[in-house]
């Protein structure tokens, strides 16, 4: 049997004069994402529907696995290639009954004809194609207006597909068709969740990492590294900074109010990333921040924070619960790493009793005291990166 995979766009559809431009980002991620699966495929664009067809030794279950994780799709088919004439299609429907029925009670047929010189018209092909799912399983029950199933025939130029209900694509719009964004990666459950939801709204991503040397160690840099290339399944290729903000930390140990450090070390942290994405062409920073989560995540703190960026910081965790963002951690495969028990930069000179509300002048007389910019130029002429994906 020669199977079909029928990717239905979801937003793309809508946006109008744009849609070629959509159509083929999405279509070069699709590819990349078949890259490494065995078999030769072939690509062909019709009624908001990519249909990719393959070699006859292509491995089909890796294929579909791997097209679903592709942002910008909505739903995803595997479907019967038949011949363009109603014997071939009725065998096909017959042969995989099965398949196309699964469990379900009740089903209808559609029929969607865009090759307009096929000798049937649609109420016809249903008629015929519904007949014969009725032969050959005579306990399923038609029912037009609610079915458990929805078994469609295609009618296309090059051939006729015959498909079931399909399976929720991942959704969003394609990567690299929202622009490029620096995602601030700790080890941590949220951040990854954040740079996942970003690239699901089409940014392809670079991350950086904050490492604090010696204090945290090699096991840590190595487990955002692994976080990282998770990440590149669903962004695509991207590069891990790292930088050391050990002199930073260090300073702001020995001069500042315990109380302020790690508002102190977020502005550092920002002031950083802002210069990365600026260095690297992101026009935007991504954090894993959500609000009042813990102190420096208050809405005051967060001004704090965000009056030293130089590029929009988005933070798209910000309205969910930990618990939604464990479950989105999970789905996505990061949680699992996340967890894993090494120290981190902000834990290991974390104070007893943050600020919650801190106050700007407070705040800027205490950096008034270090030599920012020196401390910032330092700190980024430790930045160092792999390619990952
Ligand atoms: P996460 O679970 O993502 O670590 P968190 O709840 O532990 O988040 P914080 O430690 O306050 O919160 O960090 C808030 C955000 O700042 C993180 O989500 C991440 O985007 C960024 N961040 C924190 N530490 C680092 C680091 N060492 N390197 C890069 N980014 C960091
Ligand atoms: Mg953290």
Redesign the pocket.
């Known amino acids: 049997m020669k199977e079909v995979l029928l990717l239905k766009y979801g937003e793309i559809v809508l946006k109008g004069l744009n849609r070629g431009y959509f159509n083929s980002v999405l279509e070069k991620r699709v590819r990349r994402a078949l890259k490494p699966v065995d078999g030769e495929f072939y690509f062909d664009y019709a009624q908001s529907t990519l249909c990719i067809s393959a070699s006859d030794d292509a491995d089909m279950d890796t294929a579909y696995e791997k097209v679903k994780k592709v942002f910008g799709v909505a739903t995803v088919c595997r479907g019967i290639q038949c011949e363009k004439d109603m014997d071939d299609i009725s065998a096909k429907i017959a042969e995989n009954i099965d398949e196309l029925l699964g469990d379900a009670k009740t089903f209808k047929c559609d029929a969607k004809r865009s090759d307009k010189k096929f000798p049937l018209k649609s109420p016809e092909i249903c008629a015929i194609c519904g007949g014969i799912v009725l032969e050959n399983r005579p306990d399923m029950k038609v029912d037009v207006i609610n079915p458990e199933r929805v078994i469609t025939i295609e009618i296309r130029d090059r051939a006729a597909f015959v498909h079931g209900n399909g399976e929720k694509g991942a959704g969003g719009v394609p990567v690299g068709s929202s622009g490029r964004a620096m995602?601030?990666?700790?080890?941590?459950?949220?951040?990854?969740v954040?740079g996942h939801m970003i690239a699901r709204r089409g940014a392809a991503m670079d991350a950086?990492?904050?490492?604090t040397p010696p204090y945290t160690g090699e096991a840590a840099a190595e487990k955002?590294r692994t976080l990282a290339e998770k990440l590149t399944e669903y962004c695509g290729e991207m590069y891990l900074h790292s930088v050391s903000l050990t002199e930073i930390q260090e300073t702001l140990v020995s001069t500042c109010k315990e109380r302020l450090f790690?508002l102190l070390l977020?502005r550092f942290?920002v002031r950083c990333a802002s210069a990365l994405a600026e260095r690297y062409g992101a026009g935007c920073i991504?954090?894993?921040?959500?609000l009042a989560?813990?102190a420096?995540?208050t809405m005051q703190s967060l001004a704090v924070t965000d009056a030293v960026a130089t590029v929009p910081v988005l933070r798209p965790?910000i309205g969910l619960d930990k618990e939604e963002i464990v479950v989105r951690a999970r789905e996505i495969g990061t949680f699992e790493t996340?967890i894993l028990p090494y120290e981190?930069?902000?834990t290991v000179f974390t104070p007893k009793h943050p600020d919650t509300r801190p106050d700007m002048e407070e705040i800027l007389a205490e950096e008034a005291k270090l030599d920012v910019a020196g401390l910032v130029e330092r700190a980024l002429a430790t930045d160092h990166f792999v390619r990952l994906g």
Do not use: K, N
């Open positions: 995602l601030m990666l700790s080890g941590g459950i949220d951040s990854p954040a950086v990492y904050f490492e955002v790690t977020r942290m991504v954090t894993g921040e959500s989560q813990v420096s995540q965790c996340s981190d930069c902000c």
